[in-house]
Nanobody, 115 residues
């Protein structure tokens, strides 16, 4: 089993920045890719960014140039640096870790961007 604990969400104004963190514990040797997804009421959860164990990132087009994903394998932690935040970035952000064949999820952290 893998446990994921997110932190860093909150309320920020348009144009501001936030940094999300997700710490993994448990059977961490199973983990390959890690990432972030987000969800708003009535919509499907959508990919924000993922990163391989080797550090290769993949970002959704909607966040390219504004968000950065990084990973510290020594700390078993993945980060999402969010800059130039927009109203449409408001969502619950979920950390994700792939430990084939299981996909693990964190409990989610709310990010609210206000005008």
């Amino acid at each position: 089993q893998v446990q994921l604990v997110e932190s860093g969400g909150g309320l920020v104004q348009v144009g501001g920045s936030l940094r999300l963190s997700c710490a993994a514990s448990g059977s961490i040797s199973r983990i390959t890719d890690m990432g972030w997804y987000r969800q708003t009421p009535g919509k499907q959860r959508e990919l924000v960014a993922t990163i391989t164990r080797g550090g290769r990132p993949n970002l959704a087009d909607s966040v390219k140039g504004r968000f950065t994903i990084s990973r510290d394998n020594a700390k078993n932690t993945v980060y999402l640096q969010m800059n130039s935040l927009k109203n449409e970035d408001t969502a619950v952000y979920y950390c994700n870790a792939v430990g084939w064949p299981v996909v693990y999820w964190g409990q989610g952290t709310q990010v609210t961007v206000s005008s």
